[in-house]
């Protein structure tokens, strides 16, 4: 792997993508214990389990998890989200997160104090065809942690590659050096306005970002793409008849951020922040 190079892309584009990344073994580890939570989870409620009953032992493939996914999105939506918070505490989903090798290219692109960096998620992105409540408009990471200075965006698929029809994150190359305004809301449009369960949206309107080049980030599981935490993406719909997984982690310099909170997310005006006078930031 070329360092330099791959330091002097990800400046210039803000984002990199690195084929064949994670090592397949343990990949396929994370898959079959993500499969496995979902598996546990509808196993617990009655009229699941009368349909898994002799299969349950077995259910950690792809077309296992989206069988399971599909028979509980409509009624048991709840239940499904539950399965996000296991994730992070999962030991073979820790496992494969707290690479060590993630933090080496991190300290390449983005000058990280490997003693203190820290590893937030994993975070499960699920993009059903045909539905955009899920997704989220143009937008950056930088908006969503207004106390954190500084971090590496690690995005990778699950099960399936993807692509332009099954749902993938389209980046505005170089969008990473300017500043750009959002519009915060509740849903994917207006027409969500009132419904529960709905993303919140940091949007950057299309008309700021019209004059970038959008890039859809193809990959494929072991796959990696990594960006600068002010580069502006957004999701696409799946238009394909297969739902696709990704894989989101962060990684945190949180050297130079302006907070003392140990909540990755803290915000100001929330009581999540942690702050006090004759904070010193350098740099």
Not at 29 to 47: G, V
Request: hydrophobic share 35%; aromatic share 12%.
């Amino acid at each position: 792997m070329d360092l330099l190079k791959l330091k002097k892309d990800f400046d210039e584009k803000g984002y990199v993508i690195i084929k064949d990344f994670f090592e397949k073994e343990d990949l396929k580890r994370c898959e079959k214990s993500i499969a496995q939570l979902y598996a546990l989870q509808a196993y617990k409620i009655k009229p699941y389990r009368e349909k898994m009953e002799k299969h349950y032992s077995k259910y950690n493939t792809y077309e296992d998890i989206c069988l399971i996914y599909n028979m509980m999105e409509e009624f048991d939506k709840e239940a499904l989200y539950q399965v996000h918070k296991m994730i992070l505490e999962n030991y073979f989903i820790r496992k494969f997160v707290n690479n060590e090798k993630l933090i080496d290219i991190a300290d390449v692109l983005i000058n990280v104090n490997k003693d203190v960096a820290l590893i937030n998620g994993m975070g499960l992105f699920v993009n059903k065809p045909g539905s955009n409540r899920l997704l989220y408009k143009w937008h950056t990471a930088e908006h969503g942690y207004p106390k954190r200075m500084k971090c590496l965006s690690v995005w990778f698929p699950l099960y399936i590659p993807k692509n332009e029809q099954n749902g993938v994150m389209y980046v505005a190359e170089g969008s990473h050096k300017v500043k750009f305004p959002f519009v915060e809301y509740t849903g994917y449009s207006s027409k969500d306005k009132g419904k529960s369960n709905q993303l919140t949206q940091r949007e950057i309107p299309d008309y700021l970002v019209e004059n970038y080049k959008k890039v859809p980030t193809l990959a494929k599981p072991g796959d990696v793409v990594l960006f600068h935490h002010s580069l502006v993406h957004t999701s696409s719909i799946n238009q394909s008849k297969d739902i696709s997984f990704a894989g989101v982690i962060k990684i945190w310099e949180v050297s130079k951020d302006f907070t003392l909170s140990g909540n990755i997310a803290a915000t100001p005006y929330s009581g999540s922040d942690t702050g006090r006078a004759e904070l010193i930031i350098e740099g």
